[in-house]
């Protein structure tokens, strides 16, 4: 499969604090999407990044792709209770089956108010 | 429209039973994907199917078996369990028109193998 790392593994924050976690891949990569997981949950899509330097937001989310296109970050600015859960990236590399998601192990998001 | 439905829910097994999981996709969707979730491994995929055709399968033993018919319903199949078979099991629809690919996944099978 796809060699990605993802860091941190866990991660806790107050709420109010900002949030990081990165996705970095030992190639070149086609394209990546990220997904959440609340607890408890299923994954549920967040966004897909296709462009070299792509930057894309979603209200307090941040989302951004790498000018080589190996490494991909999600950033949560003033972190919220609702925003608990698990964050994976699922990196494709060109070639792959648009139904086969690679996923990284993701980093588990725990804000306490 | 309505989501992903998987059934059942939960489900208990002894070892060496097998066991059969379902998957409604997304009305008009076409394509499912099943994917295996345990704390130790994460998320790691099974196998895809499309218009009944498997068309990609992950790196799991000859146990795991899978099909699709022709309304998009999906099964999954697991024999001779064992207790390194427990585990979330969800499976994921994709649409075709426009999109960028991503998966609606649903709620998944918990599967718990004694």
């Known amino acids: 499969g796809q060699q990605v790392m993802q860091i941190p593994q866990y991660q806790h924050v107050q709420e109010g604090e900002d949030f990081t976690t990165y996705c970095n891949s030992s190639?070149?990569?086609?394209?990546i999407q990220w997904y959440k997981q609340r607890p408890g949950g299923h994954p549920v899509f967040l966004i897909q990044?296709?462009?070299?330097?792509e930057v894309k937001k979603q209200k307090r989310l941040t989302f951004q792709f790498g000018e080589a296109k190996k490494n991909s970050s999600l950033h949560i600015t003033a972190t919220q209770t609702t925003d608990v859960g698990t964050y994976f990236c699922a990196p494709r590399k060109g070639g792959s089956t648009l139904g086969r998601l690679y996923f990284g192990r993701g980093t588990q998001l725990t804000v306490w108010p | 429209k309505a989501g992903v439905t998987q059934t059942p829910r939960y489900l208990i097994k002894t070892r060496g039973q097998q066991v059969t999981l379902s998957c409604s996709p997304i009305s008009g969707h076409r394509s499912v994907s099943w994917y295996q979730q345990t704390p130790g491994q994460g998320l790691q995929f099974l196998f895809e199917?499309?218009?009944?055709?498997?068309?990609n399968k992950g790196n799991f033993p000859g146990r795991f078996s899978g099909r699709q018919f022709s309304n998009s319903r999906s099964e999954m199949n697991v024999s001779t369990l064992e207790l390194g078979d427990s585990a979330l099991y969800l499976c994921a629809s994709r649409g075709l028109q426009g999109g960028v690919g991503e998966q609606y996944f649903g709620p998944g099978t918990r599967l718990t193998v004694t």
């Open positions: 990044l296709v462009k070299s330097g």
């Open positions: 190639t070149t990569l086609s394209n």
């Open positions: 199917y499309f218009s009944e055709t498997q068309r």
